[in-house]
Each structure stands twice: as structure tokens, then as C-alpha cells.
């Protein structure tokens, strides 16, 4: 069974730095893409990064610049560093197994919150 855990979320203020970690199991990590998606309150799933297994990382234009995805394959994590975070950024956090953007209903883990406000 597929399963991917989110944390790292939390309560900041603007422009904190903040890391979130998605542990992986149940799938060939090391041979697979993972994304990271969001939901903001009252808004629609969004994608925000994806790496490959190569270790290239991709970026929405909202995000890109201020966040950095990385993965540490030996460990099945993946991770998702953001810098400079604004109230635009205060969402639900959701780690995908695979590329979002090639597959949205990918499997998903049950999210991480990350609120930004002052």
C-alpha cells in the first residue's frame, strides 16, 4: 500500500523559513517523481514543486525562487524548503508519489498545515 506522510507544517509569521518532510512507503521511492501540492482555504489543489528522480526540481510560478525541494532517497523522504512565506502561502501541504502534473489523482498523504500570519 502506497503511503505518504507529510509534517513539518506549522504556525509562522511572514517571511520565516520553514521545512516540510514527506516520508514515502510502499513504492520504488528512488524510481519515483514526487510532488508537493496545496490547498489554500476555500481554493482549488494547486501544484507547487515536483522532483524527478534525476533530483531536478520544478517550480510553480507563485513559489518559484523562495521554495527548494530536495529528496534524500536513502531515507524515502522528500522534502520542501520555504523561504521568505507570505499569507498567500497558508495552506494545506500534500506530498504526491509521482508528477501531479502528469497524474493528479496520484496518491496523496494526508497533508500538512502550514498557516502564515502575523
Known amino acids: 500500500e502506497v503511503q505518504l506522510v507529510e509534517s513539518g507544517g506549522a504556525l509562522v509569521q511572514p517571511g520565516t523559513i520553514l521545512k516540510l518532510s514527506c516520508k514515502g512507503s510502499?513504492?520504488?521511492?528512488?524510481?519515483?517523481?514526487v510532488s508537493w501540492v496545496r490547498q489554500a482555504p476555500g481554493k482549488e489543489l494547486e501544484w507547487v514543486s515536483t522532483i524527478d528522480t534525476k533530483f531536478l526540481g520544478y517550480y510553480a510560478r507563485s513559489v518559484g525562487g523562495r521554495f527548494t525541494v530536495t529528496r534524500y532517497n536513502p531515507g524515502n523522504t522528500a522534502y520542501l524548503q520555504m523561504v521568505n512565506l507570505n499569507s498567500n502561502d497558508t495552506a494545506l501541504y500534500y506530498c504526491t508519489a509521482g508528477d501531479y502534473r502528469k497524474n493528479p489523482t496520484a496518491p496523496r498523504g494526508q497533508g500538512t498545515l502550514v498557516i502564515v500570519s502575523s
Open positions: 510502499g513504492f520504488a521511492f528512488k524510481t519515483s517523481d
